[in-house]
C-alpha cells in the first residue's frame, strides 16, 4: 500500500467527504510550505475529497499599505478598513493572492477556480456597523448552489473573503468567519484552520501547553476567561459556528509545519487543536 492509499484509508475510515481550508500565515509567506499545502490539497482533492480553500492575505495588504503610508490598524483580531484601504485589500486579494494561488494549483492540474464573494453573489455581506467609512462586513448568507455546482464537479474553489452587500458595496471579511461561514451552509463534515500558533494554548506564551481537544462548551470557557483573545478569537468563533451548525470537527493546525494539512487528517489530536461538540 503506498503512501495515497494509506491517507485514503484513513480519510475513508473517518467518513470525511468535504472540507473546508482556510489558508493564512506563515503558509502563504514560505515557498516551500506553500508548495507543501498545495500538494496536499491536491493529494486530496484527487482522492475524491470535496475540498474548498478561504485564503487571507494579511501579510500582503499590509505590504501594499506600508508602500502608500496607510498604517493597518485591529480590533480583536480584526482589520479595520476604511474606503481606501478597501480597494487596497480587494486589488491584493481578488487580484494578486487569489490569482496566485489558483495558477500554482492549476500548475499541478488541480481544476481550481478563483471566487471572491462578487461571483453570483457567493458571500453575501452585512456592515458590522452602518458608519460610512467603515468597510468591515459579516457574512449574511453564502450562495451554497454555486460552490455545490463546482465541487460535484470536481472542481477546487480557491475563495477571497470579500463580501457584496445586497446594494452591491464590497465588504472586506476576516477570512477565519467567511471559512466557518462556508463549513456551516454546505454542510462540510471538517473545517481546518491554518496558523502560525500550535493551536489552542493554555499560556500563549508556552507552546508546551497545547490543548489538543476540546468540546465546544470548554472552548466558550476558555474565552470567557481571557484565555483565548486576539487573534485567535475569530478562528475560534467561527469553529464554534460551524459545529453548532452541523460540521462534525474544526481543527485549528500549525501551518509552519510541513505537510499539516494531511497531518490534521490522519493523526488524531497529534497536531494542533481538534473542537468537537
Known amino acids: 500500500m503506498d503512501y495515497s492509499d494509506k491517507i485514503a484509508s484513513v480519510i475513508g475510515e473517518l467518513g470525511y467527504k468535504s472540507i473546508v481550508v482556510k489558508y493564512g500565515g506563515a503558509a502563504m509567506k514560505d515557498e516551500k510550505l506553500t508548495n507543501h499545502m498545495v500538494q496536499n490539497l ?3 482533492h484527487k482522492l475524491g475529497l470535496k475540498c474548498i480553500v478561504v485564503h487571507g492575505g494579511g501579510p500582503n495588504i499590509n505590504i501594499w499599505l506600508q508602500k502608500l503610508d496607510i498604517k493597518p490598524i485591529f480590533k480583536e483580531g480584526i482589520r479595520i478598513t476604511d474606503p481606501i484601504t478597501m480597494e487596497i485589500v480587494r486589488m491584493v486579494l481578488i487580484g494578486q493572492v487569489n490569482k496566485d494561488l489558483v495558477a500554482l494549483l492549476n500548475k499541478y492540474h488541480a481544476n481550481a477556480v478563483g471566487l471572491s464573494g462578487h461571483d453570483s453573489n457567493l458571500i453575501v455581506a452585512e456592515p458590522v456597523d452602518h458608519q460610512s467609512d467603515n468597510c468591515v ?9 454555486i460552490l455545490k455546482l463546482f465541487i460535484d ?21 476576516n477570512a477565519d468567519l467567511v471559512a466557518g461561514a462556508i463549513a456551516k451552509y454546505i454542510e462540510a463534515d471538517a473545517l481546518i484552520m491554518l496558523t502560525d500558533t500550535p493551536g489552542i494554548l493554555e499560556d500563549s506564551n508556552d507552546k508546551s501547553t497545547l490543548l489538543d481537544n476540546l468540546t465546544t462548551s470548554e472552548v466558550c470557557n476558555l474565552i470567557d476567561t481571557g484565555v483565548i483573545y486576539g487573534g485567535m478569537l475569530p478562528k475560534v468563533r467561527s469553529c464554534l459556528n460551524a459545529l453548532n ?8 493546525i500549525d501551518g509552519r509545519i510541513a505537510n499539516s494539512l494531511i497531518w490534521s487528517l490522519t493523526n488524531d ?7 468537537h461538540n
Open 42 to 44: 491536491i493529494l486530496l
Open 269 to 275: 489530536n497529534s497536531i494542533g487543536t481538534s473542537i
Open 153 to 173: 464537479n470536481h472542481y477546487l474553489p480557491v475563495i477571497a473573503p470579500i463580501g457584496v452587500s445586497t446594494e452591491g458595496r464590497s465588504y472586506n471579511i
Open 137 to 145: 462586513g459579516n457574512v449574511h448568507s453564502i450562495n451554497t448552489e
Open 245 to 252: 451548525n452541523g460540521v462534525s470537527v474544526a481543527k485549528i
